[in-house]
């Protein structure tokens, strides 16, 4: 913020341009301080846009509010670099956004802090967070159907069928 420092000599003479208008900034980002919420969505689905936010402090606490701050998301297993968006509110709170994979299973999301001059990134403390994206719905272009009998078939006699069921991206759907 900015304040005003007033230098005194021998307690009330001010030296030469005292008072002084000072502007204090936060330092860089910190994993320790940062904090993220909404990382984990009661549902998610293969290919889908996930949102969280994250509000980023420096190490003593302070709102980073420049917006110059990268915020990046990684997902394990397979260490995926998504794609992702994030766009700062002014108030050092990033709206971040990504497509989830398209293999259905559980993921841990993540998280990492840094300034754009400093090309360093922190993770947040708090992270990994854990999700579970789910099949999307069942398609039939996927799906499959297969009947088993003794050949050939015959009017009358037992067959069975059976149905496999996955989404657009193979996933076992229910």
């Not at 909404?38 to 917006?67: C, E, I, Y």
């Not at 259905?104 to 998280?111: F, L, M």
Request: glycine fraction near 10%; charged fraction near 10%.
């Amino acid at each position: 913020g900015d304040y005003t420092m007033a230098v005194v000599r021998g307690g009330a003479t001010h030296i030469l341009g005292s008072p002084f208008s000072v502007r204090a900034e936060a330092a860089q980002p910190s994993g320790t301080m940062t904090v993220a919420t909404g990382v984990q969505a009661a549902t998610l689905s293969v290919n889908q846009q996930a949102t969280f936010s994250v509000t980023v402090k420096d190490r003593f606490g302070n709102l980073r509010t420049a917006g110059n701050d990268d915020v990046r998301v990684r997902l394990d297993p397979g260490s995926i670099v998504v794609a992702m968006t994030s766009t700062h509110s002014g108030n050092g709170v990033y709206a971040v956004s990504y497509t989830t994979p398209k293999t259905a299973g559980a993921y841990s999301v993540r998280i990492a802090v840094g300034s754009s001059a400093a090309a360093i990134g922190e993770q947040l403390v708090t992270s990994p967070y854990p999700v579970t994206i789910a099949a999307g719905a069942a398609v039939a272009s996927s799906s499959t159907l297969t009947a088993s009998c003794e050949t050939p078939c015959v009017a009358g006699s037992v067959i069975s069928l059976t149905l496999k069921t996955a989404d657009a991206f193979g996933n076992k759907a229910a």
